[in-house]
């Protein structure tokens, strides 16, 4: 398939086709009623564009008459380029149509420089995984384990603020987990069944709900400006947050958790005012969560 026929193409065709390509890819399966719900064609017009999809790539894709729906097979390979990151933050949103990479960067408001890029394809053997419910066989590198043989079951993927996360249930450790995305290699989908403790309504972590409640940094001389900056109420913000993902929050915003707000206040702008409801283990690397 060479880029001229896909040029060749209108940009809506383009959508479309870049659609079914991204739902293949990171789900595994598409099916016509998809196509018409997202981009409200007809059912000939729906037809049309998988015959086309299918020229360009026909060893991309097999159409089940059980599910009724396109499967991709092993012998995929993208039409289109999927930006692993700009596909992360349109599945956060609810959002994907597959052209992630055609939006052009502002010359007057620039993002925050990301040092790490999460790798496209592995993201879409984890998204097909946690859409199957199916276990990966993996290699993952640790700090303090080096490369090892993992089993994951994963159900989520989270940005930390810095890095994309895998939430998943670990069998050699049977437990659940986060496991940085940039350090899994060779993600393979496994037939194997999964047990009931594996599923992710078993991750307790996961499902306990936080309120936490954040002020300005007691040593702070002028705290209307952290107040302007977060829009608190009342010199207060109050956030709903999964337990799992708490620790990150406290680190990234650099939240001193001490009792008395003992951090060097120029550091540390916002501090813990609840942290004795909070489960310690939760917040183990947030600042000062030992004192």
Known sequence: ?????????????????????????????????????RFKTGLAACTRDFSSYKELAPQNLVLSHTTKSYHRLESFK????????????????????????????????QNATRLIHPNSEIIATIMRAITSKSAIECLYTSLSSGTTSKELIPHSIVNNGTRWHV?????????????????IECPKILQSLIKPEEYADKDTQWHTIYDIILAPHPQLKYPKAIELDYEMDNGQLKLEVRAAL?????????????????LNCNTYQLHLINKSQLNLKDIEIAPGYQE
Do not use: K
Not at 253 to 262: A, I, K, L, R, Y
């Open 1 to 37: 398939m060479t880029s001229t026929a896909l040029d060749a193409l209108t940009h809506a065709q383009r959508e479309r086709l870049a659609f079914i390509d991204f739902n293949l890819q990171y789900f595994g399966q598409v099916a016509r009623a998809d196509l018409i719900q």
């Open 78 to 109: 993208p039409l289109f380029a999927h930006n692993a990151e700009s596909i992360l933050s349109a599945l956060c949103r609810g959002f994907g149509d597959g052209l992630s990479s055609g939006v052009q960067p502002s010359d007057y408001c």
């Open 167 to 183: 939430r998943a249930f670990d069998r050699s450790n049977q437990e659940f987990r986060d496991f940085v995305a940039t350090r």
């Open 246 to 262: 708490l620790g990150y929050l406290l680190r990234q915003w650099n939240v001193d958790c001490t009792e008395q707000g003992t």
